[in-house]
């Protein structure tokens, strides 16, 4: 299987170094100056799941159709990811999305059609350090994807040949029979944690030492859920249980990446995320004070930020 990954990121670059690794086609497409240094120097990867550094093929334009696409872009570069990749999409291509949120399935689809585009979702911490290192910051490196519901792949190549290529590499793989489900899951969990940590400055442990912090956190949570419910995807018992420990343990130092670029000074995915919640909240009229104010506080910032 041929395996064409847009960028070398943090997420993309972790997952296309462990198939690499595992001996899979893999190439990489990158701007020019990634390229030659990645040709360079390789790809490098530290993990406490096992290192590594190793030679790889990259690209700077498609020449040929891949049989897999992985794309884990940030939102904001979708509309340049896609135009990147179009070449690479031929008659059989299933692509694979790793974007936080929902909003890009949509998009995605309208470009390459619904049973050409799998659903994705993974739980991973990864960053890259000043040389271009890809830096995993824990255990945690679990992808997990499927069709999306009513879809048909297009070709020989479905989502069981993926997961059949996936237990080759050495990161944790999951088929999932509901994707759309745990990509509704990983949107509360995420919101949640973007829109009040970003809006708060804070850390999860930093919230809940606050008088109120607790209930707000809650708050926050429960307006997500409502609007997962609404849209058919109520949240299930254990993914409710695992975000209210996540989200009021003291002392936790957990807090989202989007917190890190806001503190960086960097763009952030807020309308794809916490805008687009705070969209469908208002689209089923549920009340949402929690989304709209933390909403409020990063467009203020974006705002600043275009200024």
């Known amino acids: 299987m041929r395996i064409l990954i847009l960028g070398v990121g943090g997420t993309g670059g972790y997952y296309g170094a462990r198939l690499a690794a595992a001996g899979c086609d893999v190439t990489f497409l990158l701007r020019p100056g990634s390229a030659q240094r990645i040709a360079r120097d390789g790809l490098k990867l530290t993990s406490v799941r096992g290192d590594v550094h190793m030679p790889v093929q990259v690209v700077t334009q498609v020449e040929q159709p891949a049989d897999l696409v992985i794309l884990s872009c940030k939102s904001y570069d979708l509309e340049a990811a896609i135009a990147a990749i179009t070449p690479a999409v031929g008659a059989h291509t299933l692509v ?16 390459f059609g619904r049973g050409r585009v799998l659903g994705g979702m993974c739980n991973i ?13 824990n255990r945690y490196d679990e992808l997990r994807f499927g069709a999306q519901p009513e879809a048909k792949a297009p070709g020989p190549i479905d ?32 919101t949640t944690l973007a829109g009040m940590t970003c809006a708060l400055r804070s850390d999860i442990g930093g919230i809940v030492a606050t008088a109120p912090g607790d209930q707000l956190m809650r708050d926050a949570l429960a307006e997500c859920q409502a609007v997962a419910a609404a849209n058919g995807h109520a ?15 003291k002392g936790s130092t957990f807090a989202a990446s989007m917190l890190r670029d806001l503190q960086a000074g960097h763009c952030t995915e807020a309308e794809h995320i916490v805008g687009d919640m705070a969209q469908c909240a208002a689209a089923a009229g549920l009340p949402h004070p929690c989304l709209r104010m933390a909403l409020c506080h990063l467009q203020v910032y974006e705002h600043a930020l275009a200024a």
């Open 96 to 111: 694979l999305p790793l974007l936080n949120g929902l909003r890009h399935l949509e998009r995605l689809n309208q470009a």
């Open 125 to 137: 911490s990864v960053g890259r350090s000043a040389d271009g290192a890809i830096e995993h910051y």
């Open 159 to 190: 989502a069981s040949a993926v997961a059949e290529v996936f237990k080759s590499a050495h990161f944790l793989s999951v088929l999932s029979s509901d994707i759309e489900q745990d990509m509704w899951e990983k949107f509360v969990f995420i």
């Open 235 to 249: 949240v299930r018992p254990l993914a409710h249980k695992l975000a209210m420990r996540a989200f009021t343990e």
